[in-house]
Every structure is written in C-alpha cells, then in structure tokens.
C-alpha cells in the first residue's frame, strides 16, 4: 500500500498527460509557453481570483510575496510555529524576523486568540513592526479566516495564506487561494494538485502585487527579460509542468470528491479508537493529509507498520524547536498546543485513489 499512489493517478490520466507533454515536445516552447498562461487562467478560474501568476516552487511563492509586499529587515510576520520549514524559511529569507503562534487544537491551524496575544507583544516591545499574518491550510483545511481577517484588520496587517497543502479546500464555498491579500499554493507531487517535479503560483486580486510577482519571476523585468528595473529572482513553472497540471487540475474536482470520500470512510472506522479530524461547520478540506492524534503515537504506527499500512509524522519538530530557528530565542513550553500536537500527531495514506 502506498501512502500517495500516484502511480494510480496516472494511470487513471496517462493517455490525456502524455499527449499533453507530446504537445510541448513538438511545439518546443520549455519555458513561459503557452500552457504556462493557459494555465494560470485556468487555475485563477477555479480559485476565484483576478491573477494566478505560476512559479518555480510553493517556497518561491512565499518568497515573492514577501517582495510583493516589501517585507524585510525589521519587520515581524507571525506564522504558525506548527508547518512545514518553508512557511517561516520565507519570512527569514527576507530578513525579516518571524514571530511563531500556536496552534488551534481542534483544526492544527493558527490560533487566532494566540495569534493577538502575540501581536500585542511585539507591539509593546516597540522593536519590530508588525507587517504580515501567514495563514497556513495545515493538511487541508482552511484556516480561520473570518477572524484571522478581523485581527489583521484591527492591526492593519496584511494576509498571506500558505494554500500549499489546501489547493481545492474551501468556507462557505469561496476557495483557498482567495483568503487574504495574497495567496500561495505548492505543486510539488505530493501535494492536493501536484504535478512531476516542482512548482508553485501566488493568487490575488490586487493588480498591483500581479504585476510586480510577474516582474519578480523573471530577473525584476521591466519591458522584457534583458530590461531590469528591480532585482528579482528566476522562479518560473516549466511548460511540461503546466501542461502536466491542465490535465490534472481538469481532473482535480472528481478527484477531491473522492478525497472527502475516503475522509469519511476513515472517519466512521476510526473515530471510536482515535481523535480523528474534524472539518468546522461550512468548512471543506482538501485533504492533503488525514491526521490523528493519538498518546500512544509510536504503538498505534507500529501496529499498522505489521498490517502493511504505511503512516508518517507531519511534524514531529515544531518552528520555534528547529536549528535554525535557534537564533529567535524560543524555549520549550512557548507553544503548548504545537508541541503537544508534535508528539501526537500521524497520518494515514491520504489520495483520490484510495480503496477503503
Ligand atoms: C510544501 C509546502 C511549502 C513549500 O512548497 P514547495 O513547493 O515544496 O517549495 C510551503 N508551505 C507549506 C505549508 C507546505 O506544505
């Protein structure tokens, strides 16, 4: 048993895929081809917003944000202290300084009550400037964005929502992708919409930042790639990639249909032996991860290790515990609900083609 078959999924799309990427072969355009804006069109459709602007990475995304939004040196961003690295690498990369939240113990999402505590904090130390919230979709779900968007609000920050693990989630119907002033979302393989190899996009509704993500990506273009007139980085989607997600994405609402499916097959089985994960009222996941909490973590993946089932821990090292985040000066105890979640936390294999 694989924990993300995506041998299945291709198998399930090989004829469509293949000549997609015939397509590019023959046509030769590797780079910035025409699947490349055919997609981001494609992809700003589905998500509901004016502008996707594709990357090279869902890493990169973030980091184009932060120029997007001119986040440097002396700025605080509050993020979760429970993500993956990339989330918090970003702000770093930027220099500016990230400051960890807890997390909601219910959703694993960014703890809005922590979440102003914190902000209140930075203000009363008066060494940083409060600049940005990053919200991340952790395994799926949507952040708390009615009142993640209140708090902003009161302390005129700007929303970065990390959809890299929500691509496909959804409140009340509007998509991840469309929360905040700006989105990310990741195309690594694994990921709800993945494609074979690495990729990435930024979503808003603001001309303004498209413009400047659409320079950014290529070398801080201005008219054309050899007139610079800001610096900017080389973070493009490969045309065989974007040809690859057209099929993929044109497949992708069967496919988190049977996501959701297979949440709910997990859920009837598993509820009475585990705290399994609930979706709030209005709420739809994507399911980038079915995640259970458990005291007895290491007993519970051994005994599915002998029935043949594979689990894996997403994360077993919260942000403000890594070696490279040392420097900001966190102790263990600063985020209860994080690392309590690190402890206990395991995923089941999550995928559209999952026959349970
Ligand atoms: C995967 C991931 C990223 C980074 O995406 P890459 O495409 O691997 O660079 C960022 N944030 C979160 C929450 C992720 O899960």
Redesign the pocket.
């Known amino acids: 048993m694989q924990f993300i078959d995506l041998a299945a999924q291709y198998q399930h799309l090989k004829e469509k895929i293949d000549k997609r990427i015939q397509t590019v072969l023959d046509h030769g355009k590797y780079i910035m081809g025409p699947e490349v804006s055919e997609l981001e069109d494609k992809l700003a459709e589905y998500v509901g917003v004016k502008h996707a602007v594709t990357c090279?990475?869902?890493?990169?995304?973030?980091t184009l944000c932060m120029m997007a939004l001119d986040i440097k040196e002396g700025d605080a961003v509050f993020c979760p202290t429970f993500?993956?690295?990339?989330?918090a690498e970003?702000v770093a990369f930027a220099k500016a300084t990230p400051v960890f939240v807890d997390s909601d113990e219910q959703t694993f999402n960014i703890c809005p009550v922590d979440l102003e505590k914190r902000i209140k904090n930075v203000i009363a130390e008066g060494k940083l400037k409060p600049k940005a919230i990053i919200a991340?979709?952790?395994f799926g779900l949507p952040a708390n964005y009615p009142e993640l968007e209140r708090i902003a609000k009161k302390y005129d920050l700007k929303i970065i929502e990390?959809?890299?693990?929500?691509f496909g989630g959804s409140i009340n119907a509007k998509k991840t992708g469309s929360f905040g002033d700006i989105a990310?979302?990741?195309?690594?393989p694994?990921?709800p919409l993945g494609c074979y190899g690495?990729?990435?996009a930024v979503f808003t509704n603001n001309d303004g930042y498209a413009e400047l993500l659409r320079s950014f990506r290529v070398h801080g273009k201005g008219n054309d790639k050899y007139d610079n007139i800001r610096i900017g980085m080389n973070s493009r989607l490969d045309t065989i990639q974007a040809a690859i997600l057209l099929e993929k994405l044109a497949e992708f609402p069967q496919e988190l249909i049977s996501r959701n499916k297979a949440a709910t097959n997990y859920e009837k089985e598993l509820s009475t032996h585990f705290k399994t994960p609930q979706v709030p009222e209005g709420y739809v996941s994507s399911w980038?991860q079915y995640t259970l909490v458990d005291e007895n973590r290491d007993a519970a993946m051994a005994e599915y290790k002998e029935q043949g089932i594979p689990t894996v821990v997403y994360y077993a090292t919260c942000m403000h515990q890594q070696t490279a985040f040392k420097y900001l000066g966190y102790c263990e105890g600063d985020f209860p609900v994080a690392e309590k979640l690190a402890k206990q936390v395991f995923s089941l294999p999550m995928h559209p083609y999952l026959i349970i």
């Open positions: 090279a990475n869902g890493t990169d995304a973030l993500t993956f690295f990339a989330t970003a991340v979709d952790l990390d959809a890299a693990q929500g990310t979302t990741s195309f690594f694994a990921k690495d990729g990435g980038a």
